[in-house]
């Protein structure tokens, strides 16, 4: 009755294990140059898990929004055609609630660099 499933499971473990054996006689071993986190060929001068402002989460936040904006206008470019003045309208909305964003993000300052 499990058969099938315990063949995928052996077929899973299978694959798992040659993986991990292929690494193990291919890996290289790490130095001092190769294990620290590249900054330019500088060498790290904090902690990689450091605080950051709480000014670049925000920043974050208006990336993000635009990045996002971006993410559903190539798609709606290729259909405004079809669906006409309901998808320049809901278009319009969508930007509408991202300058909403933006202008909240502005007043909170995520946009002082100083």
Do not use: C, K, N
């Amino acid at each position: 009755m499990y058969a099938g499933v315990a063949s995928m499971l052996l077929v899973a473990l299978a694959g798992i294990s040659v993986v991990y054996v292929v690494h193990r006689f291919t890996a290289v071993a790490p130095d001092a140059l190769t294990s620290l986190p590249f900054g330019s060929g500088w060498p790290p001068q904090e902690h990689a898990l450091s605080r950051y402002h709480a000014r670049w989460y925000l920043a974050t936040l208006v990336f993000l929004a635009f990045d996002v904006e971006m993410l559903f206008m190539y798609p709606w470019a290729v259909v405004v055609v079809e669906d006409g003045a309901g998808a320049i309208t809901e278009m319009f909305l969508f930007l509408a609630a991202l300058l909403l964003a933006v202008v909240w993000a502005w007043r909170e300052g995520a946009l002082r660099w100083a």
